[in-house]
């Protein structure tokens, strides 16, 4: 059971935090034995619990300021600001109500003697299990504010990497969902009325693609909210599909195979292993304990389910080589390079230089991907609306002639 309580020190200073215990007895215990006198205790409701996911679905941290604050940190403590010190002017200056709460947790939590890698350890939807495990090794080294840098760099290298991917995506999508929205205009609210015109003329050898586009017309200015309602189920029936553990993995599966965009995605995921697993290991972590983490970061079931599988490998005595060298997923020259920093006994510096070409590679992929789609997006939209034009307009023109 979890307690709230509110408790003064010998000093009496005033402290506040929760704390696990069997019973209000066994907490009350638990304060005196940290040399707390508790004033207040009452065990932990769903008010706190609520109050958390009302600020996390209007504030929730996002990797930007997960960076932003673990870089202030590293910078405070190698000023030599104590750990609690600095925590309350990070926490002072945030806008960011979930991750102030949070913060708030976190100092009182080390106030009452708990370790900093443990604190954090208490918000696992903020703090990943790799970010934890790289602070805990620095704890144990004497060297927080080099755990707490390699935290600040990966967030930074992972989300620089992931922003540059989602721009070069969402630009040509923005374009393609502008287009339909202006073509379902178009054509459910504009071309009935010239339509009007053709129909008025008495004109009977219409051409077949006008026929076509005037029968398309026809049906979206009469059911056009059949239309919304349709796109709008299949939208978000896909939409909660690829959240559930199923629609995940498939998802996962058709990313990797899409043409053009599923090989920035594998360069991704490639990246992201390699600099991770790098980091885990200049920290100190074990091999099978940080092929384990990594997985979990990952966020591709496809390449989590190939490291759990390097992981077992190892556990047996073999290598991680031979398990990747067998996967279509990982590229010859990525197994060749790990088979060789296993053999050499540099396997964090090996991967260092893997990281650091794929970014390079996901990189330029992103940016040739803009370059050439917006040219393919262009012909799309010059296409729909030659069509539109040829269609609907000509007949129009040779009417007027026929008038003349």
């Given at each position: 059971?979890?307690?709230?309580?509110?408790?003064?020190?010998?000093?009496?200073?005033?402290?506040?935090?929760?704390?696990?215990?069997?019973?209000?007895?066994?907490?009350?215990?638990?304060?005196?034995?940290?040399?707390?006198?508790?004033?207040?205790?009452?065990?932990?409701?769903?008010?706190?619990?609520?109050?958390?996911?009302?600020?996390?679905?209007?504030?929730?941290?996002?990797?930007?300021?997960?960076?932003?604050?673990?870089?202030?940190?590293?910078?405070?403590?190698?000023?030599?600001?104590?750990?609690?010190?600095?925590?309350?002017?990070?926490?002072?200056?945030?806008?960011?109500?979930?991750?102030?709460?949070?913060?708030?947790?976190?100092?009182?939590?080390?106030?009452?003697?708990?370790?900093?890698?443990?604190?954090?350890?208490?918000?696992?939807?903020?703090?990943?299990?790799?970010?934890?495990?790289?602070?805990?090794?620095?704890?144990?080294?004497?060297?927080?504010?080099?755990?707490?840098?390699?935290?600040?760099?990966?967030?930074?290298?992972?989300?620089?990497?992931?922003?540059?991917?989602?721009?070069?995506?969402?630009?040509?999508?923005?374009?393609?969902?502008?287009?339909?929205?202006?073509?379902?205009?178009?054509?459910?609210?504009?071309?009935?009325?010239?339509?009007?015109?053709?129909?008025?003329?008495?004109?009977?050898?219409?051409?077949?693609?006008?026929?076509?586009?005037?029968?398309a017309s026809d049906f979206m200015s009469s059911f056009w909210w059949t239309i919304l309602i349709i796109l709008a189920g299949i939208i978000g029936g896909f939409w909660?599909?690829?959240?559930?553990?199923?629609?995940?993995?498939?998802?996962?599966?058709?990313?990797?195979?899409?043409?053009?965009?599923?090989?920035?995605?594998?360069?991704?995921?490639?990246?992201?292993?390699?600099?991770?697993?790098?980091?885990?290991?200049?920290?100190?972590?074990?091999i099978i304990r940080a092929i384990t983490l990594v997985s979990s970061v990952i966020n591709n079931s496809v390449y989590q389910a190939l490291f759990l599988k390097v992981?077992?490998?190892?556990?047996?005595?073999?290598?991680?080589?031979?398990?990747?060298?067998?996967?279509?997923?990982?590229?010859?020259?990525?197994?060749?390079?790990?088979?060789?920093?296993?053999?050499?006994?540099?396997?964090?510096?090996?991967?260092?230089?893997?990281?650091?070409?794929?970014?390079?590679?996901?990189?330029?992929?992103?940016?040739?991907?803009?370059?050439?789609?917006?040219?393919?997006?262009?012909?799309?939209?010059?296409?729909?609306?030659?069509?539109?034009?040829?269609?609907?307009?000509?007949?129009?023109?040779?009417?007027?002639?026929?008038?003349?």
């Amino acid at each position: 059971m979890k307690f709230f309580f509110k408790a003064k020190n010998k000093e009496g200073m005033l402290r506040e935090g929760t704390i696990d215990a069997v019973n209000k007895d066994a907490a009350v215990e638990v304060l005196q034995k940290n040399e707390l006198f508790p004033i207040f205790l009452s065990e932990e409701g769903q008010q706190n619990q609520l109050l958390r996911n009302f600020l996390k679905s209007f504030d929730s941290v996002s990797n930007k300021e997960l960076m932003l604050f673990f870089r202030q940190l590293a910078i405070l403590i190698e000023a030599k600001v104590p750990i609690i010190n600095a925590l309350k002017a990070i926490e002072g200056q945030s806008e960011n109500g979930f991750l102030k709460q949070i913060l708030e947790g976190v100092i009182n939590d080390i106030q009452d003697g708990l370790p900093f890698s443990d604190a954090l350890q208490k918000n696992p939807d903020v703090f990943s299990d790799l970010m934890i495990n790289v602070i805990k090794s620095g704890e144990a080294s004497g060297n927080l504010r080099k755990s707490v840098e390699y935290v600040a760099d990966n967030i930074e290298k992972n989300y620089a990497l992931t922003s540059k991917v989602k721009s070069a995506l969402l630009y040509p999508m923005i374009i393609m969902i502008v287009f339909f929205i202006i073509g379902f205009i178009v054509m459910t609210f504009v071309v009935p009325k010239l339509v009007i015109v053709i129909k008025d003329s008495g004109v009977e050898n219409i051409p077949w693609y006008t026929s076509a586009v005037i029968s398309a017309s026809d049906f979206m200015s009469s059911f056009w909210w059949t239309i919304l309602i349709i796109l709008a189920g299949i939208i978000g029936g896909f939409w909660y599909y690829i959240r559930t553990e199923s629609g995940k993995k498939e998802w996962d599966y058709v990313k990797l195979h899409l043409p053009v965009v599923g090989s920035i995605f594998r360069n991704l995921y490639i990246s992201r292993f390699a600099d991770n697993f790098a980091i885990l290991l200049a920290g100190g972590i074990p091999i099978i304990r940080a092929i384990t983490l990594v997985s979990s970061v990952i966020n591709n079931s496809v390449y989590q389910a190939l490291f759990l599988k390097v992981a077992d490998e190892v556990k047996i005595g073999g290598t991680m080589s031979s398990v990747m060298e067998k996967s279509e997923y990982i590229p010859p020259i990525v197994s060749q390079m790990i088979k060789i920093g296993e053999e050499s006994g540099q396997i964090d510096l090996v991967l260092g230089h893997v990281a650091k070409y794929y970014e390079q590679e996901t990189d330029m992929a992103a940016k040739n991907l803009a370059t050439l789609i917006e040219p393919v997006v262009m012909v799309i939209i010059g296409v729909a609306v030659g069509v539109l034009v040829f269609s609907i307009l000509m007949p129009i023109y040779n009417i007027a002639g026929q008038i003349n």
